[in-house]
């Protein structure tokens, strides 16, 4: 019997995951001889409500979407019952990627207009990887972003408390799962509940006790005594089962009784601000976990209420960014090879103009401080570094990839680079790139041209 799969994506059937478009389009340019050198540029056509930036995230993944690029005999006999022609599937199944790749960094704070990723390859290979990479890098950057406003807050009002993703029941799906606790680790969360994310990225693993563990019991005090039995001082007990004062009150009796000093307590339901002090003056100096419907808002709430705590789970709101649950990726045909040369293109469609050609993105610092960010054309002279960097030459890797700590250290070190003001968390103060005079002089006459053309 043939073992089920699950629905997961895999090697056998990785280059399925596009849309249809992407494969009749490759199937055209194949058949009419028309597989010109081009260049896709990858970016964020407008960020998320009251998001002053993201967190450039998924490279990792999207890279290796990239490496692995081939038809496996599965992907090969799907698309022939789906009636694409043997020649093209014959020259599919020797199909890998030739080009170039330019990405900024993951952990580096981006906006608007600006490329995340910049493929220049033959059109048949740089087309089919539109869904798979606005897929892989629009989701991790926008889960980043949220931690990333979530670990601001605990600094802002906090003292260094720890934040562990407990999202992953709630996330839509188990690929977004392990994802979405990767990319809360670049944003600044300490690290997971979930067992096979901790596996997969290396990261901490936390985990307290269910409510139906205490249930489970005849009373709460069986049910901490069998634990505490158990696990002793790594134990971290669920007090709010019942009543939340008198579970704590409960917890410090067993405790002493048995001779245990418990890691700590968890309160995931009620007012927690309120009821954390409360339970502060039953139990004195004992870690409190703090879970239950945990964002950015709340824990600002929390904190500036007084609530103690020494680290918050947040959960649904992390792992589906619930108060702005997508991000407009986008994936746009900047350059196109004519005559054996690559030159600039764009689409003037009613708000979605992009900027031709490839692109450079310098950012200016001043005091340790983002002034400035500007797009421009790749190689135009201006100040500040070009932030993309080639990952891919000529179909190889040529980037090594930093571990996740790094990571996440660029995104802590960068994130405190970005004015205050458009790290807001309500109304952020927009911080948009400058246009270089020599993309607003390509822009222009290419604007000029086409409008000549087709107006």
């Known amino acids: 019997m043939t073992e089920p799969d699950f629905g997961y994506v895999g090697r056998e059937n990785l280059p399925l995951f596009a849309d249809l478009y992407e494969l009749t389009m490759m199937q055209g340019y194949y058949r009419q001889g028309h597989n010109p050198t081009a260049t896709f540029d990858l970016f964020f056509r407008h960020l998320p409500p009251d998001r002053g930036y993201l ?8 890279i290796h979407v990239v490496e692995h690029l081939s038809f496996a005999d599965r992907a090969i006999d799907y698309l022939a019952e789906q009636g694409f022609a043997a020649d093209f599937l014959a020259h599919l199944a020797d199909l890998e990627f030739t080009g170039e790749v330019r990405a900024i960094p993951e952990g580096t704070p981006v ?9 220049t390859a033959p059109i048949l290979q740089a087309q089919l990887l539109e869904t798979v990479l606005i897929n892989q890098v629009g989701f991790q950057s926008l889960i980043a972003t949220k931690a990333a406003r979530m670990r601001e807050m605990v600094e802002r009002h906090g003292d260094g408390q720890t934040l562990v993703d407990f999202g992953s029941r709630r996330a839509h799906g188990t690929d977004a799962g392990m994802k979405a606790a990767r990319a809360a680790v670049v944003g600044g969360v300490d690290g997971t509940s979930n067992v096979a994310a901790g596996e997969a990225w ?11 563990w205490v249930q489970s019991f005849e009373t709460e005090r069986a049910a901490f005594e069998t634990f505490l039995a158990e696990y002793g001082e790594d134990s971290i007990l669920l007090i709010d089962t019942y009543d939340t004062v ?10 002493a009784e048995m001779d245990v000093d418990v890691a700590g307590v968890r309160l995931d339901s009620g007012d ?3 009821l954390s002090t409360a339970v502060e003056a039953v139990l004195g100096d004992v ?11 709340e824990i600002r709430d ?22 702005a649950p997508k991000v407009e990726g986008v994936y746009k045909l900047v350059a196109v090879e004519r005559d054996g040369e690559l030159r600039p293109s764009m689409k003037l469609s009613s708000g979605k103009v992009t900027y031709p050609g490839q692109k450079s993105v310098r950012r ?61 968390l309500e109304e952020p103060a927009p911080y948009e790139a400058e246009i270089s005079e020599g993309l607003d002089r390509e822009t222009t006459d290419l604007r000029d041209a086409l409008a000549q053309q087709y107006g």
């Open 55 to 62: 967190l450039a995230a998924g490279l990792e993944q999207a």
């Open 111 to 119: 906006f608007a207009s600006e490329p995340v990723l910049e493929v």
């Open 202 to 212: 290396d990261v901490p693993i936390y985990g307290t006790m269910a409510h139906s």
């Open 246 to 255: 008198e579970g704590a009150k409960t917890a410090k009796a067993v405790a």
């Open 272 to 274: 927690l601000a309120a």
């Open 287 to 297: 870690d409190l976990f703090i879970s239950s419907g945990i964002d950015e808002y």
């Open 302 to 323: 929390f904190l500036t209420r007084g609530g103690v705590a020494a680290g918050f789970g947040p959960g649904t709101a992390l792992t589906t960014s619930t108060d």
């Open 364 to 424: 200016v610092e001043r005091d340790g401080t983002y002034e400035r960010d500007v797009l421009g054309l790749r190689g135009e002279a201006g100040d500040g570094e070009d932030l993309l960097v080639t990952v891919v030459a000529d179909g190889d890797r040529v980037y090594e990839f930093p571990d996740l700590e790094t990571i996440r250290e660029r995104a802590r070190r960068e994130r405190r680079k970005i004015p205050t003001a458009t790290r807001r």
